[in-house]
């Protein structure tokens, strides 16, 4: 079964954010979506200081199986990037929501927030998937 943290959002696409303060968010790749993927073996992200509009595509995950976009799950400015994946993408199988984050962005429309699913409603959007 897959881990859902409820202290975040999450996209029907299969990204999730954490809320930094400031405006910052931190994504990544649900636990879910890790585990149809497989074993990770490449992760491009986005560059710092690109923008992005909701739902438009920003990375990808290369994995033995596939490779998936990764999209922004709200419009704003990239801010960091975590370099650590260049050198172990397997850190997003090993701890999706922890050392495996993706990218953090400066949100431009804090409103979008209301787009995306709590993990009750993720849990049930997967599910339905499953089916």
Known sequence: MADTPS?????????????E?????T????????QLLG?????????????????????SAESVK???EVYAPLSGEVVAIN???????????????GDGWMFQL???DEAELDELL?????????NEEDD
Request: proline share 4%; net charge negative; with cysteine.
């Open 7 to 19: 202290d975040l959002k999450y996209a029907h696409t299969h990204e999730w954010i954490r809320a």
């Open 21 to 25: 303060g400031g405006g910052v968010y």
């Open 27 to 34: 994504v990544g790749i649900s636990d879910q979506a890790q």
């Open 39 to 59: 074993d990770m073996v490449f992760v491009e992200l986005p560059e710092v200081g690109s923008t992005y509009s909701l739902g438009d595509a920003c990375g």
């Open 66 to 68: 596939a490779v998936s």
């Open 83 to 97: 370099e650590e994946l260049e050198m172990e993408p397997e850190l997003v199988n090993s701890d999706p929501y």
């Open 106 to 108: 400066k949100a431009d």
């Open 118 to 126: 709590d993990a009750e409603a993720y849990i049930a959007v997967t």
